[in-house]
């Protein structure tokens, strides 16, 4: 099974990808309310920004090489590194977006890495 790490990977980083541009693509849009009319009157910009639209092929992509693994490997492998994708945006949210990440996150992110490395050695 660890033939398929790389592809595994790829899954991984094409998420994290997807994540950062569905991101950058809503924080540039002006700020909505979380109401029908206020979803409705900035539906057109979130469908026609370029970050969003970018996020969600990323994203199809993500998927399509995740039911490739998903083909190929056991799922019980291949899932609980998805959990990679957490580390990379929440060391993006920090070091890129300046987003504060306290002591819990960082040991959230150190039990994911963790139960990563164990599945990988399995």
Not at 13 to 40: A, H, Y
Request: hydrophobic share 55%.
């Amino acid at each position: 099974m660890s033939k398929f790490i790389p592809l595994i990977l790829f899954t991984v980083f094409t998420n994290f990808g997807s994540q950062i541009l569905l991101k950058k693509g809503m924080t540039s849009i002006e700020r909505f309310d979380m109401s029908v009319s206020g979803i409705t009157s900035s539906l057109l910009d979130i469908i026609l920004n370029k970050y969003v639209i970018g996020g969600l092929l990323v994203m199809v992509i993500s998927m399509g090489s995740h039911l490739v693994v998903l083909s190929r490997v056991d799922i019980s492998y291949a899932y609980p590194f998805l959990g990679l994708s957490f580390v990379l945006v929440t060391a993006w949210g920090h070091f890129v977006l300046s987003e504060n990440v306290d002591f819990w996150r960082i040991l959230g992110v150190v039990l994911i890495c963790l139960g990563v490395a164990c599945v990988g050695r399995s």
